[in-house]
């Protein structure tokens, strides 16, 4: 059993930067046995892949609307995923959710697709105005 917890969400101005957090609650397991990604859902809108990173964290990749503006880390000893936001646009409103895949034969491994993953957090709003 895996929880996640998001937190770094808000309200701030087209331009600004967050940086969103994810705290994983691992049963015994060692964090960077699971590759982690971020997704978000706007209002009315499907779930969107946004960033993912490696077990190992040596390989990431992140969405083409937020490449160069977004970067996706990880800090094994804490348990935690980042993902810092920079020149927020009105468009990256939405829920944002953090997620874990078990995967320690595939440390080098990405995943982009959301129904790989096996837990999911509760998610952080992130609103941006004009």
């Known amino acids: 059993q895996v929880q996640l917890d998001e937190s770094g969400g808000g309200l701030v101005q087209a331009g600004a930067s967050l940086t969103l957090s994810c705290t994983a609650s691992?049963?015994?397991?060692?964090?960077?046995?699971?590759?982690m990604g971020w997704f978000r859902q706007a209002p009315g809108k499907a779930v969107e892949f946004v960033a993912a990173?490696?077990?190992?964290?040596?390989?990431?990749d992140h969405a083409d609307a937020v490449k160069s503006r977004f970067t996706m880390a990880r800090d094994d000893a804490k348990n935690t995923v980042y993902l810092q936001m920079n020149s927020l646009k009105l468009e990256d409103t939405a829920n944002y959710y953090c997620?874990?895949?078990?995967?320690?034969?595939?440390?080098?491994?990405?995943?982009?697709?959301?129904?790989?993953?096996?837990?999911w957090g509760q998610g952080t709003q992130v609103t941006v105005s004009s």
């Open positions: 990173i490696s077990g190992a964290g040596t390989n990431t």
């Open positions: 691992l049963s015994g397991r060692a964090f960077n046995n699971y590759a």
């Open positions: 997620t874990s895949k078990w995967a320690p034969a595939s440390p080098f491994t990405i995943y982009r697709n959301s129904n790989t993953y096996d837990y």
